[in-house]
């Protein structure tokens, strides 16, 4: 659950650093390379998230890497949805609600099983 919990918070980091400018007000007629260093600044403390998800994660047997990195783009897309809806204004379309659920199987998929073709429940 830790792990979860650092990923959730990583990805809120992540959202807002590649895509907040794109609403905030304060950095409206700024220069590309202000923005990208603001951007590089939140980005910041989603690496100091994310890094100890991932260590926590994997190195306590919890889960493989490519079981992070795919519980890891799920959260992504599901932190943008709601970022996207509240902040961009943006409804979830059925196309993209239909591609959200098929990354929720692929979440399902990858760690329900053992590596190898195991019984679901472990690895």
């Known amino acids: 659950m830790k792990t979860i919990l650092l990923l959730v918070a990583s990805n ?8 907040g400018h794109l609403k905030w007000k304060f950095l409206e007629g700024k220069t590309v390379l202000t923005v990208i ?4 600044g939140l980005a910041f403390f ?3 998230l994310m890094v100890p998800a991932n260590r926590a ?12 990195k795919i519980i890891q ?12 809806w509240l902040v961009l204004k943006e409804k979830l379309t059925w196309n993209y ?3 959200f659920g098929l990354i929720l199987l692929a979440v399902y998929f990858a760690t329900a099983f053992k590596p190898g073709g195991g019984a679901p429940g472990g690895h």
């Open 12 to 19: 809120i980091f992540m959202t807002l650093a590649w895509y």
């Open 37 to 40: 260093l603001f951007s590089w």
């Open 73 to 84: 783009e799920a959260i992504t897309l599901g932190v943008f949805v709601i970022f996207a």
């Open 46 to 48: 989603e690496y100091c």
């Open 97 to 99: 609600a239909v591609s």
């Open 57 to 68: 994660g994997y190195m306590s047997g919890t889960f493989t890497g490519y079981q992070l």
